[in-house]
C-alpha cells in the first residue's frame, strides 16, 4: 500500500466533493451557468484523479519511480487543471484558462507513468 498516494487521493476526494456541493449550492444562484459548467468541469476531474491516486495507494503494481511520477503529475494537473478553472469561475479571470492546459498534460503524463509502471512491474 502506497500510503502518500491513498493521502493525497483521500485528500483531494473531500475537497472534491466540497467543491461540488458549494458550485450546486452556494454558487448556483451566483455565477452564470456557462461558468458554473467549468467549476463543474474542474470538481469532476479533481475527483477522477482523487480516484486515481486511491488506486494506485491501494494497487499491486508495487512501489516504483513511474508510481512515484504518475502520483506527482496527478496532483499538478489537479492544482493546475481544476485549480485553474476554479479561479476561472470564481474570479471571471479570463488568463487563468491559459493555466488549464498546462495541468491536462500533466493528467497525461500521470496516465503515461501509470502505464509504464504496469509494464515494467514484475511479479515477485
Known amino acids: ?12 476526494a473531500f475537497i472534491a466533493v466540497a467543491a461540488g456541493a458549494f458550485g ?5 444562484a451566483r455565477l452564470a451557468p456557462e461558468m458554473l459548467a467549468v467549476f463543474e468541469t474542474g470538481a469532476r476531474y479533481q475527483m477522477y484523479h482523487a480516484l ?6 491501494f494497487g ?10 504518475a502520483r506527482n ?3 499538478a494537473g489537479t492544482l493546475l ?8 469561475a470564481l474570479t471571471d479571470t479570463k488568463w487563468w484558462g491559459a ?5 491536462g498534460v500533466a493528467f497525461l503524463c ?15
Not at 486515481?52 to 495507494?57: C, D, M, P, S, W
Open 60 to 69: 499491486s503494481v508495487g512501489p516504483s519511480k513511474w508510481i512515484g511520477f
Open 24 to 28: 450546486a449550492h452556494a454558487l448556483r
Open 110 to 124: 500521470g496516465w503515461v507513468c501509470l502505464a509504464i509502471a504496469a509494464i515494467r512491474h514484475t511479479e515477485s
Open 99 to 103: 493555466v488549464t492546459p498546462l495541468g
Open 1 to 12: 500500500m502506497d500510503r502518500r498516494s491513498l493521502s493525497l487521493g483521500a485528500a483531494s
Open 73 to 75: 503529475a496527478f496532483v
Open 52 to 57: 486515481a491516486l486511491v488506486a494506485i495507494g
Open 81 to 88: 487543471f481544476s485549480g485553474s478553472l476554479y479561479l476561472l
